[in-house]
C-alpha cells in the first residue's frame, strides 16, 4: 500500500470520530512515519503529550503541538488486505485519540479498543 494511500486511511479514520469529541482536539498533530522506534519496531501508534486529565489550569496554548503517530510498516506487516488496513488504522487512531483524553490501555481493552 503506498504511503498516500496509508495516509488517506489515517484522514478517514479521524473523520470517524464522533464530533463532539473531534471538536474537543485541540492543538494535535496527526503524523504518519513509515517505522516505529527501533526500541519498539513492532509499535502501530504512539501519543506524545500531556493528555487533557493531566492538565492543570496553567496550561497554556504556547505549548508545541501534542503529536500521535501513525507508523505505516508495522501496520501493513500484521495485515493481510487493504480491509484489515482500515480496520487496524482506525482501532490505532481511536487508542491514540484516547490517550489525548486521558483514557488509559486498561480501559480502552474494557471497551473492546484494544
Known amino acids: 500500500m503506498t504511503r ?3 495516509e488517506e486511511l489515517v484522514s478517514d479514520a479521524l473523520d470517524e470520530i464522533p464530533a463532539e469529541l473531534a471538536s474537543k482536539i485541540d492543538n494535535v498533530v496527526v503524523l504518519v512515519e513509515d517505522d516505529a522506534p527501533a526500541d519498539d519496531p513492532t509499535l502501530l ?6 493528555p487533557l486529565t493531566e492538565r492543570t489550569p496553567l496550561w497554556s496554548s504556547g505549548f508545541l503541538p501534542d503529536r500521535i503517530t501513525i507508523f ?3 501496520t501493513l506487516a500484521i495485515c493481510d488486505t487493504e480491509e484489515d488496513v482500515v480496520e487496524e488504522v482506525l482501532v490505532t487512531v481511536v487508542h491514540e485519540v484516547a490517550h489525548y483524553f486521558g483514557i488509559d490501555d ?3 481493552h474494557e471497551l473492546g479498543w484494544a
Not at 45 to 50: F, I, Q
Open 4 to 6: 498516500e494511500r496509508f
Open 45 to 50: 501508534g504512539l501519543y506524545d503529550g500531556v
Open 72 to 74: 505505516r510498516n508495522p
Open 106 to 108: 486498561a480501559r480502552l
